[in-house]
């Protein structure tokens, strides 16, 4: 043990030499190559130009080397493998899109990520943005906000012990040691088994991501409020207008960007939720969803790459226009430079 | 200066707004707190009551039996047996006791009992008793009674030494760090050369390279997996090691990491003052200079929210590590070895808890300690419209 931590302290230091190595030297050896001499200002100039159009490419290399392999290549090779059998080697053609469109399975999870979809961003805006008007009202209000950003910080697996624990049922005449069945019974009713009770299981799973993400909706709502121009709010209580109305109809107007920014990144990170369901259920109880789904593939009988590149697809294609959104307004920030 | 000061004017009743983001604070923190306590409490409590009484005295009859006759002693015409009600090395607080198993707490402790025949009984808090008789004691054995004990709540941190030592979470934290460390140090260099060059460099492709980073910060991951985990696979059968290696998930994190890295440091360095790299630039500073001597420190804000997100991300990983490092006991991080307890310890919640807490401590510690380089980071990028 101590020599693994020996040997990542050593890695991070080569590691990190290594990278300012590179620069360093590739930086030299572009001087080395384009001398830039005194006494011949016409070469000069001309090899002051030339490093100048090989310099970003050595800054840039090493990122867009890993970009390119990590995720450029995989995306196409995705793509391709799509229409190939479970080894990858023969082609089928959409055998594997066809399975998809029947496979059982694979609309309970669509159907499972709809749902996920539905409730999750929705929950997680609506209660981020009530907690941050709530909070911005009292002094000890960022108290409050590190409690709820806090889970943030939380393994989605460690979440899932926490949760789980809460749910847990314990049979015959044992005591409910889940705060959720205690809870049941005080009030007279029955301990139930929560995650294993098909379709509503779904919504005892997404407590969780609402549990951990509203933070992070409170955090960038509460910043967006802090922003809107106090004569707005002056204006509309002078004509008479009541808390409610000016929450409804003047701040949550001038916000309206940045709840979509929220909404949609949650709405990314829902898609690909994957964590949860492998630690709470594993897919059983029909809870499976796409991203557990298509690692099942990845593994299922040695593995089917076919099959598991349909279901990574669907997820790519459903992020795709916020992808196509996203790119859009940075051209308009960086005016297309 | 806020918006939510006019709010305030027109004014909720102050108190249910107190009260409200109290509950809310309450229902947030109660299940961490769950998992806080219960990893704390001795295994058999854990099962016999829930967390939420672990603080108060659990109470419990029991029955103990008095001492022989044959220990009595003659005090004038009385003759008294005393001792305690206790065992050697068993606590608790007698809170009352009784001789009949249908009334098991007639009597209060500390308050003497009229047991007929001329006996008494006086059972204390502490355990001890002096019964008495005004005659010799006729029967052959001790008397049995019966006593309602309660016993002070119990702590320990036995459940931690259990799952560091043998149930290999040790083992995985120094796995967890051993991975987490070097995959957020990496790619900051990496990334912020990138952003440097986006930010101040003119060459042609400049914007489509943003476009491009921008595009593939959403990406999801499960698009690389399949080739990745071939081009693994075929890298390690050609040279003979091993496809799951740290070395290989140091470069997948760092590469993953990296639009969303290249994006926050590029927003921020192209948003430093135009003058202070121009003029370096007249005084002869070459680009590799200006990023050493200036762009690298003033971007520390940047660099350390990035780094924060990254950290968190990699620690916190479960999906990346088990198809890349695999999950092998040697090399398994916590999150993965969360996961394979979950399935082999199903209803060990000392050990669950335990091991639990100690994967979610070093993110908290990081979180509180630097919250507000990771809200920065968040405003820097959701706002602008990552």
């Known amino acids: ?337 | 200066m806020n918006a939510v000061a006019g709010l305030r004017r027109i004014g909720l009743p102050r108190l249910i707004v107190h009260l409200s983001v109290l509950l809310i604070c309450i229902i947030w923190l109660i299940p961490t707190l769950g998992i806080l306590v219960t990893s704390f409490r001795d295994p058999a409590q854990i099962t016999s009551s829930g967390w939420w009484t672990a603080f108060s005295s659990a109470s419990q009859t029991t029955a103990s039996r008095l001492a022989d006759p044959s220990a009595a002693r003659q005090e004038g015409a009385n003759y008294v047996i005393t001792g305690s009600v206790f065992e050697a090395g068993q606590g608790g607080t007698v809170r009352a006791f009784g001789t009949r198993v249908a009334a098991p707490a007639e009597f209060q402790a500390g308050q003497p009992a009229d047991l007929g025949e001329g006996e008494t009984l006086i059972v204390n808090e502490d355990g001890s008793y002096v019964y008495t008789k005004n005659g010799p004691f006729e029967s052959e054995r001790g008397r049995r009674v019966y006593l309602t004990i309660a016993t002070p709540p119990t702590f320990t941190t036995q459940n931690y030494n259990t799952v560091l030592t043998s149930q290999g979470i040790g083992q995985s934290f120094v796995n967890s760090l051993t991975v987490a460390v070097p995959s957020t140090i990496i790619p900051i260099l990496i990334a912020a050369f990138a952003a440097y060059a986006l930010s101040w460099m003119e060459f042609p492709g400049r914007a489509l390279i943003i476009a491009m980073v921008v595009g593939l910060i959403v990406v999801p991951l499960q698009m690389s997996l399949i080739p990745l985990l071939r081009m693994y696979n075929e890298i390690g059968t050609f040279f003979g090691v091993p496809s799951r290696s740290y070395a290989g998930i140091w470069l997948a994190h760092s590469a993953f990491g990296m639009p969303l890295a290249i994006y926050l440091l590029r927003n921020y360095i192209a948003g430093l003052p135009k003058e202070i790299i121009e003029s370096a630039r007249v005084d002869g500073a070459s680009d590799f200079e200006i990023f050493i001597r200036i762009v690298l420190p003033l971007s520390f804000p940047a660099l350390a929210s990035f780094s924060i997100f990254q950290f968190l991300w990699t620690w916190n990983d479960l999906l990346v590590a088990m198809v890349f490092l695999g999950t092998n006991r040697e090399q398994l991080v916590l999150t993965g070895a969360l996961n394979a307890l979950l399935g082999s310890m199903g209803g060990r919640w000392e050990i669950l808890t335990a091991s639990a807490f100690i994967s979610i401590l070093v993110p908290i510690i990081v979180f509180f300690a630097l919250q507000r380089y990771l809200v920065r980071g968040l405003l820097a990028g959701s706002v602008k419209g990552g």
């Open chain 1, 1 to 337: 043990m101590v020599s693994q931590i020996v040997s990542a302290v050593g890695v991070v230091i080569a590691g990190v030499f290594a990278c300012a190595l590179y620069y360093w030297l590739s930086d030299k050896l572009l001087q080395i190559v384009f001398p830039v001499p005194k006494e011949n200002v016409r070469t000069a100039s001309v090899n002051l130009n030339r490093r100048a159009v090989v310099r970003p490419w050595l800054f840039l290399g090493p990122a867009l080397i890993l970009l390119g392999v990590y995720l450029v290549y995989p995306v196409v090779a995705t793509f391709i493998l799509s229409f190939y059998d479970r080894s990858g080697e023969s082609f089928v053609g959409f055998a594997n899109y066809r399975w998809a469109l029947f496979d059982d399975q694979f609309r309970q999870s669509i159907f499972n990520n709809i749902l996920w979809l539905a409730v999750v961003p929705a929950a997680c805006t609506f209660f981020g943005l009530v907690i941050a008007v709530l909070t911005d009202r009292i002094w000890w209000g960022n108290i409050a906000k590190s409690l709820v950003f806090m889970p943030m910080a939380i393994s989605f697996v460690g979440a899932s012990v926490i949760w789980k624990f809460i749910y847990e049922y314990r049979g015959g005449n044992e005591t409910q040691i889940g705060l959720l069945n205690s809870v049941v019974q005080f009030f007279g009713g029955n301990p139930q088994v929560w995650i294993a009770m098909p379709f509503w299981n779904n919504f005892f799973l997404m407590v969780i991501l609402i549990w951990i993400q509203t933070g992070f909706a409170m955090v960038i709502l509460s910043a967006a409020l802090r922003g809107i121009p106090e004569e707005t709010i002056e204006a509309a209580v002078i004509d008479g207008a009541n808390g409610w109305q000016i929450f409804w109809k003047i701040m949550v107007p001038q916000i309206w960007g940045t709840i979509a920014v929220v909404w949609t990144t949650i709405t990314i990170l829902v898609l690909k939720v994957f964590d949860i369901v492998l630690t709470m259920t594993n897919g059983q109880w029909n809870t499976m969803v796409l991203a557990n789904l298509m690692f099942d593939w990845m593994f299922r009988g040695g593995g089917d790459s076919g099959r598991s590149a349909v279901i990574a697809l669907v997820i790519m294609a459903a992020v795709t226009p916020i992808m196509i959104w996203n790119i859009r307004q940075a051209n308009k920030e960086t005016g297309g430079h």
